[in-house]
Structure formats: C-alpha cells, structure tokens
C-alpha cells in the first residue's frame, strides 16, 4: 500500500489468509466488532438529521433526493466535494435509483454531456453538481436542446471550489483566487443562453415542490441552490461528528 508519509518502520507482504494464519491468533470475542457497529449505527443516525437542517445544504439536498425521486431515476454526481457529500448522506439500500459518476484524467471534464448522455436512454436523469464543474461543461448544454433531452441539473452553487476549505492551503495568502477560483457568475443567465429552465430556492423546504414541478416538463431544469462554502465546512463537521470513546474500542 502507499505510504506517504514514510513512518511504515514493517514492511510485509503476504496475503490475507497468509497473515493471519503467520500469526494464528483466534478471537471469539465480538465486542470490537460490536463497538465499531454501535458506532456505524450513530452515525448514521446523526447523518440522517441533516434532513432537517435549516439552511441550504448539500447534505440536506441528497437526503431530500434520496426520498424523492423516483425509483427508476438514474443520477450523475460530479467529482470533488458532491461525491464526497453523496459518500456521507446517500444511503445504501433506500432507494433503487442508479449513481453514476465520471473519472479521468481530469474528474469536472463533460459532466454536463455525460449526464445528457445518460438521459437519452429516456429514464428521469439528474446531475448534482457544483458550479465549477457546471462552469466547465456549459456548452454541453447545447447538446439537450438539438437531441431533445431531458435532464434535472442540482447545482450546488458556492460560487467557488467548496473541496479546498478542507485542505491545508485555506488561509494561504490569494486562496480563494488560486484554489476557490471563484467566478460570480449568473447562472440564469446560462438557462436563458441554451433555452433550459431555471429555478432559485432560497430554502431547502421548497426543493420537494419544484422537484415535482420539474418533472412533469420537458428539456434540461436547472434548479440552482446557493450554498456557503465555509458554513458547510461547519455543517459538515456538526453532521459527522459522533462521540467516540476510544479506549472503549480497544
């Protein structure tokens, strides 16, 4: 395995089964087993609440995917912070809905035409996205008006790269030029330029009611939510943050 950090002072090689037969050492207990379940138990739980968050937030926007959408839908999530944000708050199990996702050399390259491509398979399609990734693949958009596809696009907007205010370069001297790249760009007006819809929530409690509108029409819906990248850096932490008890896991 990589080992970044050169702090590995034992290297060995072996299989699985060769290891632990090397050292023969049976366990019946199960309480480590146990304690890490208790503990996947919480969080879980603890992610579960964000559907009840307040604010805009990209946790409390999957959640309400998840529970509304339809079974048969199938979803593109972009690279960078939205996979991250899915890893968390999309559970396994409930729902039928297929994730798709688009690597590379570089992951943001032809989100938009990837997801408009998913789309003429004609099964309801959506894309969440932040704005970057969006930014990069806008013309792809030209693509669903002259196929007459249809696409829901999520877009996350926190003007910027919201992945970087976990790294350590946050604070360094010109960041939000450098790494946040932010661009202030209007959205709407992107809607107007290759003829999509467009729609501004303001509040995570109105994203269920244009869902549903959404889906009853035609072509690509962009329904844009504005986010802050520092306070879904908090949120983040308030959503994952389950009180461990190390010395009881040992």
């Known amino acids: 395995s990589m080992n970044p950090t050169g702090k590995t002072t034992i290297h060995m090689?072996?299989?699985?089964?060769?290891f632990t037969h090397l050292y023969a050492v049976k366990n019946e207990s199960n309480a480590y087993l146990n304690s890490?379940?208790?503990?996947e138990v919480a969080g879980k739980a603890q992610l579960s609440t964000a559907i009840e968050e307040p604010s805009c937030f990209e946790g409390r926007t999957?959640?309400?995917?998840?529970q509304h959408i339809p079974d048969n839908s199938q979803l593109l999530v972009a690279n960078s912070m939205t996979i991250r944000d899915f890893d968390?708050?999309?559970?396994?199990?409930?729902?039928?809905?297929?994730l798709y996702g688009n690597r590379g050399v570089n992951g943001i390259d032809g989100i938009v035409s990837?997801?408009?491509g998913l789309a003429t398979n004609g099964q309801p399609t959506y894309l969440v996205t932040g704005d970057l990734s969006l930014f990069h693949d806008l013309n792809g958009l030209a693509v669903a008006k002259t196929h007459n596809l249809n696409l829901t696009i999520i877009l996350h907007?926190?003007?910027?790269g919201g992945?970087?205010?976990?790294?350590?370069?946050?604070?360094?001297?010109h960041f939000d030029y450098l790494f946040s790249t932010s661009q202030g760009l209007d959205?709407?007006?992107?809607?107007k330029l290759y003829g999509c819809g467009h729609t501004k929530i303001s509040s995570p409690d109105e994203l269920s009611h244009v869902l549903a509108k959404v889906s009853t029409e035609s072509g690509v819906h962009i329904i844009e939510i504005p986010t802050d990248r520092e306070y879904s850096r908090q949120l983040h932490r308030k959503y994952t943050n389950v009180s461990v008890d190390m010395e009881a896991l040992l």
């Open 163 to 173: 992945i970087f205010e976990y790294l350590p370069q946050k604070g360094t001297k």
């Open 13 to 18: 090689q072996a299989s699985i089964d060769m």
């Open 62 to 66: 999957i959640r309400e995917l998840q």
């Open 187 to 191: 959205y709407s007006g992107a809607a």
């Open 114 to 116: 990837t997801a408009l």
């Open 36 to 39: 890490w379940q208790s503990l």
């Open 88 to 98: 968390y708050f999309w559970f396994s199990g409930e729902s039928d809905a297929v």
């Open 157 to 160: 907007n926190n003007d910027g």
